[in-house]
C-alpha cells in the first residue's frame, strides 16, 4: 500500500511538472508571435520602403510565426526579428529595452539632393478591392506613389501631412524588446534609399515564396490570420475611445485560445470572440455555413420564449429551458461572446440564430443536425428533438417571422391609417399608392424584417426643405497606434419632393435597423420627422472594410466614425424609441403583436 502511495505521489509531481513546463512552453510561444505581432504592423502599413511593397503581407505573416514561435530566448528572438525584417525595413533597429541605442537618422540620407520624402497616408486603410471609400497611398510632396489602391490617379496626397523625414517610431514590442522603425524615407522616384542588400532580400523572397496555404486548418496560418486581423483594428479602428476593451490583451488571449484549437471550427469561434471584444455591429467573421433551427426565439419576461414556429413539434409560447442538455440561458451567453455590437444587437442575434450549428463535419445530410430541447408548455416541462432543417451563410438574419402582416406590402388597417411593410414593398408598390399615404391619417412603417424599401426613397416625400445627413468622419492617419488621427468629414444631402405627406409619420424599430438605416434614423430624429415605436437601433453606422485573411476567412468592420447631428455618441446607442415595447408572453400565445398595436394607439391620437 506504501508503495502505491508513492508511485502515485510520483506521478502527481511528474504530471504537475509537465503540465507546468507545456505551460510555459505556450507562454513563451504566445509571448514570442506578439512580439512579432507588433514589428509586423508597424513594417506593414507604416514603413515605406520599396522592398516592402515587393512582397506577400499574408505569406510574411505566415514566415514569422514559423519563424518566431519556437524561440526560447529573448536574444534569440531579437536576432530574428531582426533577420527576418532587416531587408525590408530600412535603417530598422531593436534591441533590449534597458540598453537603449540612439538612432542616426543620416544613415537613410540620399546621395541625390533632389530626393523627395516619401511616407503612407491611409485614408481609413486600403486591404483589398473590398475596402470601398479607403485608400492609402506611400506619398510625397509631389506626387502619389500607386502601389495599392489602383485606377486613381492625382497630382496631390491625399491630405496634407505626412511625417517629417528623419521621423520614426519608437515603441516596446515586449517587455524585453524595442524597435526603431522609420516611418519616412527619401526616394528619386526610382527607388528608396538606402537600398537593401540584394543577397538578404532575395532570399527572404525565395523563404516566402515557398510558402502554401490551402483555405483548410493550419494553426500557424490561424496565428498569421489573428496577427493581421489584430493589426488592421489596432492601427485604424476608429472607435477604441467608447468601447471598454484592453485590445493589448486581446492579442494574447486569442493566440493562446488559438493554439488550443483541434478543428477549424474551433478557430472559426476564437476569431469571431476576438472580433466581439470591439463591440461592432459590422464586426463579423465571414466563411462558414450553419445549420439553422425553423424557429425564432425572443427574450421576453426573462425567458427564452419561441416566437414563431415552421416545426409542429414547438409551438409559439412553448418556454425553453435547456437545449442540448446545457441551461438555456448558459447557451445563450456562449453565443453572445461571439457576437459583435451593442448588447442589445448583440442578444437579437444571439437569439435569431439560438440553436444554429456550425456547417462542419455533419455530412451531407441535414437529418446529421438536430438540436435538443427541454421546454415548458402548460406548466409542464418536455423533450423535444428539431432537425436543423435549413442552411445558410448569413450568421444572423432568420427569415422565419410572427409578425401577422408579413406577407402585406402596403394595406389601410384601419381608415386613413396605413402599414408599409418595407421588407416586402418595393418602390413602384409606394409610388402606386403615394397619394392615399401623403394624405392618411398615419402611416406606419415597419422596419423589424429589413428594408427592400429604402427609406432614402421615402424621405423626400417628408420634407418642405433640403435636410442632410450626420458627418461621415474617415480617419486620417499618418501615425501606428492611432495616434494624431484627424478625421476628412462628408455628409449627404436630401431634396425634398412632391407630394408633401401630411400624414404622421410612425416606425416600428428594433435591434437589427444598423448602418444605412441608422443613417436615415438619424435624419428622421434630429429633424423630428417621424415618431419611433419599439426597440433601440442597433448603434453602429459607416462604410464596412473587409479584411480577408489567409485562413480563408474575411472580416467585417467599421472603418470610419459616424456621430448623431449633434455631435453625440451613436456607436451602441442607437436610436431609442419614443414608445419603448416590452412583450408578453401572453401576447405570444395568442397571435397579438404588440409593436403594431402599440404603433397603431399613436396613430389613433391626435
Known amino acids: 500500500m506504501k508503495t502505491f502511495l508513492k508511485i502515485s505521489i510520483i506521478l502527481t509531481i511528474i504530471t504537475g511538472a509537465f503540465g507546468a513546463v507545456c505551460q510555459n512552453e505556450t507562454s513563451r510561444k504566445v509571448q514570442n508571435i506578439e512580439t512579432f505581432a507588433r514589428l509586423y504592423g508597424y513594417a506593414r502599413w507604416f514603413h515605406p520602403s520599396d522592398e516592402a511593397q515587393e512582397i506577400d503581407w499574408d505569406k510574411f505573416a505566415v514566415l514569422g510565426v514559423q519563424k518566431v514561435e519556437n524561440i526560447k530566448s529573448s536574444k534569440e528572438l531579437r536576432d530574428t526579428l531582426f533577420r527576418l525584417f532587416a531587408p525590408i525595413v530600412q535603417g530598422l533597429q531593436i534591441y533590449e529595452t534597458d540598453k537603449p541605442e540612439k538612432f542616426n537618422s543620416d544613415i537613410l540620407l540620399s546621395p541625390d539632393p533632389n530626393a523627395k520624402s516619401v511616407a503612407w497616408q491611409h485614408y481609413g486603410v486600403y486591404l483589398n478591392e473590398k475596402s470601398n471609400i479607403y485608400k492609402s497611398f506611400r506619398v510625397n510632396s509631389n506626387t502619389f506613389d500607386e502601389v495599392s489602391y489602383k485606377n486613381y490617379q492625382s497630382s496631390r496626397n491625399i491630405f496634407g501631412r505626412i511625417p517629417p523625414f528623419g521621423e520614426f517610431i ?31 532580400f532575395a532570399r527572404l523572397k525565395s523563404e516566402i515564396s515557398n510558402i502554401n496555404f490551402r483555405n483548410e486548418f493550419n494553426p500557424q496560418v490561424n496565428l498569421a490570420s489573428v496577427v493581421i486581423a489584430w493589426n488592421v483594428l489596432q492601427h485604424f479602428f476608429p472607435y477604441f475611445d467608447v468601447i471598454d476593451t484592453d485590445w493589448n490583451s486581446v492579442l494574447g488571449e486569442t493566440l493562446k485560445s488559438t493554439l488550443t484549437n483541434e478543428r477549424k471550427k474551433d478557430f472559426y469561434v476564437t476569431l469571431s470572440r476576438m472580433i466581439a471584444q470591439i463591440d461592432d ?10 445549420y439553422h433551427l425553423p424557429i425564432r426565439t425572443e427574450f421576453i419576461e426573462n425567458k427564452i420564449v419561441i416566437t414563431a414556429s415552421n416545426d409542429t413539434a414547438l409551438k409559439r409560447g412553448d ?40 456547417d462542419l463535419f455533419l455530412g451531407s445530410k441535414l ?7 427541454t421546454i415548458e408548455r402548460g406548466g409542464k416541462e418536455q423533450n423535444v428533438t428539431i432537425p436543423n432543417s435549413y442552411r445558410d451563410k448569413s450568421m444572423f438574419f432568420n427569415p422565419i417571422d410572427e409578425r401577422q402582416y408579413l406577407s402585406e406590402t402596403i394595406v389601410e388597417i384601419e381608415p386613413r391609417i396605413y402599414y408599409v411593410n418595407l421588407v ?25 424584417g429589413g428594408e427592400q424599401l429604402s427609406f432614402f426613397d421615402i424621405a423626400p416625400f417628408l420634407i418642405k426643405k433640403p435636410v442632410t445627413s450626420a458627418w461621415w468622419n474617415v480617419p486620417q492617419t499618418i501615425y501606428p497606434n492611432r495616434r494624431e488621427v484627424e478625421f476628412s468629414k462628408s455628409n449627404w444631402k436630401i431634396q425634398p419632393r412632391k407630394p408633401f405627406f401630411k400624414s404622421k409619420t410612425i416606425i416600428i424599430n428594433v435591434p437589427a435597423v444598423v448602418s444605412s438605416g441608422e443613417t436615415m434614423m438619424s435624419i428622421l ?6 415618431i419611433t415605436v419599439g426597440e433601440p437601433t442597433a448603434g453602429c453606422n459607416g462604410n464596412v472594410n ?42 405570444i400565445r395568442e397571435g397579438r403583436d404588440e409593436y403594431l398595436e402599440k404603433a397603431l394607439e399613436v396613430a389613433r391620437n391626435k
Open 170 to 200: 519608437h515603441e516596446p514590442i515586449d517587455n524585453q524588446l524595442t524597435c526603431v522603425v522609420p516611418l519616412t524615407l527619401l526616394t528619386n522616384d526610382a527607388a528608396t534609399y538606402p537600398k537593401t542588400e540584394t543577397s538578404s
Open 281 to 290: 455591429g459590422h464586426g463579423i467573421v465571414f466563411g462558414e455555413q450553419m
Open 319 to 358: 418556454i425553453i429551458n435547456k437545449i442540448d442538455g446545457k441551461p438555456v440561458m448558459e447557451e445563450l451567453y456562449e453565443i453572445e461572446k461571439r457576437i459583435s455590437g451593442s448588447p442589445h444587437l448583440r442578444r437579437h442575434r444571439a437569439l435569431n440564430i439560438f440553436g444554429s450549428k456550425l
Open 367 to 373: 437529418d446529421l443536425c438536430e438540436t435538443n430541447f
Open 424 to 448: 416586402n414593398c418595393t418602390a413602384d408598390d409606394f409610388i402606386q399608392k403615394i397619394k392615399n399615404l401623403a394624405n392618411a391619417k398615419a402611416v406606419i412603417y415597419d422596419y423589424r
Open 525 to 530: 430624429d434630429h429633424y423630428n420627422l417621424a
Open 546 to 587: 473587409q479584411i480577408n485573411l489567409p485562413c480563408g476567412y474575411s472580416v467585417w468592420w467599421t472603418g470610419m466614425k459616424v456621430l448623431k447631428h449633434d455631435g453625440s455618441q451613436l456607436y451602441l446607442e442607437g436610436f431609442k424609441p419614443d414608445y419603448p415595447v416590452n412583450k408578453t408572453i401572453q401576447a
